[in-house]
């Protein structure tokens, strides 16, 4: 018979030995050359020494890392993947290596985990995204899945490992059951009507009407500063975008944040940071036409102060929650009695509605960040007033 409470997945877990008389910790700690699970245990007399000296061992694997060494016969893509995810988290933006090692440690190695390197074949490759789509996983996922697997292959084939080039070289789609397209809608027109009259005298209409009309994307709502908007010149430069940093160890605030080399960010409040946008065409200036810069204003006159200068800040002035944010999102939609939908669909409304207006693509994409067609000077100094008309023609909701 046993006791105590199980931690939470991926951070070991303690119970108590009636017959050692013992509290036993164990940590699972990826995998050996031969492709078996490696765990590790401690033991102790009470539960909270077992649980310190279980947070330990985590900090030791965290700083160790999985060893470097030759290549070997028989390494298996678990094993390797035990080596190479500590390696991105190094190199990738936090959101980013939570996506990667997610797809790696739910989809590539539960399907070819134990298959070995030197042997893997391009069906062996495509079986995970069959795998994928048989569990009805949207494409993007099932294409970022295949990436990163191809990704993990090479980056073996540079360290020394023998990965057949047939198995190097797969392409997404080819060769394999042919996985069904995804979309995401617009808000429909009549959606939009309702919407648009609902938040006519809301006071923080300017934080929706920036997502339905100019795509502004939630993080970069939520870090906003006010010192990035400027009235007079109906200006907003979205530069920085609000992102919690998670701890190196989980729940632990003395194990410092993870934080990829090359990534500019500045803390607020516990794990909120500002960081920088991922690409330099989301770094961009976003003109106001009438309306925004009248929601703007109202805005700015009404808005709760905040010691970190944030236009849409949280409760106390501090950084904005993303479920809080979600959740107003859709009492705007309960209000309109319309269906909730993500509020990534905001953002997608905008593009549709650009597009249909008939504005440059060049112009779209400056306003939305989609690529590096205009960079910001050159958008602050000739494009920024056919954006402003642009905007303002996109503005009806008949999309």
């Known amino acids: 018979m046993s006791k105590g409470n199980p931690r939470a997945k991926g951070t070991g877990s303690v119970h108590y030995d009636e017959r050692r008389k013992r509290w036993i910790g164990t940590l699972e700690a990826g995998w050996t050359e031969r492709g078996t699970r490696r765990r590790l245990t401690v033991s102790a007399r009470t539960e909270r020494e077992a649980k310190a000296k279980l947070k330990d061992k985590e900090r030791e694997v965290l700083m160790s890392g999985a060893p470097e060494e030759g290549t070997r016969a028989g390494l298996t893509v678990k094993a390797w993947a035990d080596r190479w995810i500590p390696r991105q988290e190094r190199d990738l933006r936090p959101s980013a290596f939570n996506a990667t090692r997610s797809q790696v440690v739910n989809w590539i190695v539960p399907t070819i985990g134990h298959k070995r390197l030197d042997r893997l074949s391009p069906a062996d490759v495509r079986s995970v995204s069959t795998a994928m789509d048989s569990k009805g996983k949207a494409t993007s996922s ?9 990704r993990m292959l090479k980056d073996a084939h540079a360290d020394g490992h023998h990965v057949p080039d047939r198995a190097r070289g797969v392409e997404f789609g080819r060769g394999g059951k042919a996985v069904a397209v995804s979309t995401r809608d617009a808000i429909p027109a009549a959606e939009m009507d309702a919407l648009i009259a609902t938040l006519a005298t809301a006071d923080d209409r300017a934080r929706w009407l920036l997502a ?7 993080a970069e709502a939520r870090g906003l500063r006010w010192s990035s908007v400027d009235l007079e010149r109906g200006l907003i430069v979205l530069d ?11 729940r632990d605030r003395s194990s410092g944040f993870r934080v990829p080399r090359d990534y500019e960010a500045i803390r607020l409040h516990d794990s909120f940071h500002l960081v920088r946008p991922k690409t330099r065409s989301g770094w961009r200036v976003v003109p106001l036409d009438d309306e925004l810069w009248a929601a703007m204003s109202r805005w700015r006159e009404v808005a709760p102060t905040s010691d970190y200068d944030l ?17 107003a999102w859709w009492a705007k939609l309960d209000l309109a009695g319309l269906p909730r939908r993500a509020l990534y669909t905001a953002r997608h409304t905008a593009a549709v509605a650009l597009k249909a207006s008939g504005a440059a693509d060049m112009d779209t994409a400056a ?7 205009a960079s910001t000077q050159a958008y602050l100094h000739g494009d920024v007033e056919r954006g402003r008309v642009a905007l303002a023609r996109a503005r009806s909701p008949r999309l």
């Open 142 to 150: 099932i294409r970022r899945a295949h990436g990163e697997l191809i």
């Open 212 to 218: 339905l009309r100019a795509g502004v994307r939630p």
């Open 240 to 250: 920085w975008q609000l992102k919690p940093l998670p701890y190196k160890v989980a």
């Open 311 to 327: 236009v849409f800040p949280g409760k106390g002035g501090r950084a904005l929650d993303d479920k809080i944010d979600r959740a």
């Open 367 to 373: 306003i939305m960040g989609h690529s590096t067609i």
